[in-house]
């Protein structure tokens, strides 16, 4: 997985707001944040969709706590695992973030733009190398 981790992930306890959540998603331009514990471990993720659904349920981002609007316990993925069994997962799933966890610790988590900028960076090295021939 090391190839497609293109970043540390931004995580947050389950005690931060959604507004503080999606301040930092902003920030970052990123789609997800991975709760976690005060031992790193994770809690459930959050995402943009979940965004949605809270506001469409009348949900005061200000006065909301990720704890109770997260996807707990979400599928996550192994360091060993390949990119391949990572799509697969996102695919099987519907998920277009997963984390990746090695001894209960969150250690990255991977997203469809992190396979697409590999990809491009695939494809820039093999048009490099035509047009070198």
Do not use: K, Y
Request: charge should be negative; proline fraction near 5%.
């Amino acid at each position: 997985m090391s190839e497609v981790i293109r970043r540390t992930p931004v995580t947050q306890p389950g005690s931060a707001t959604v507004q503080e959540a999606c301040r930092l998603m902003h920030e970052h331009r990123i789609g997800a944040i991975l709760v976690v514990d005060e031992h790193g471990r994770l809690e459930g993720i959050f995402t943009g969709r979940d965004v949605v659904r809270l506001l469409a349920e009348g949900h005061s981002p200000l006065h909301t706590h990720l704890r109770t609007v997260m996807t707990r316990n979400p599928d996550h993925i192994h360091p060993r695992h390949t990119a391949i069994e990572a799509l697969r997962l996102m695919h099987d799933g519907g998920f277009r973030h997963v984390p990746v966890v090695d001894e209960g610790r969150v250690v990255g988590i991977v997203s469809h733009g992190d396979f697409r900028a590999m990809e491009h960076a695939r494809l820039d090295e093999e048009t490099g190398i035509w047009e070198r021939i």
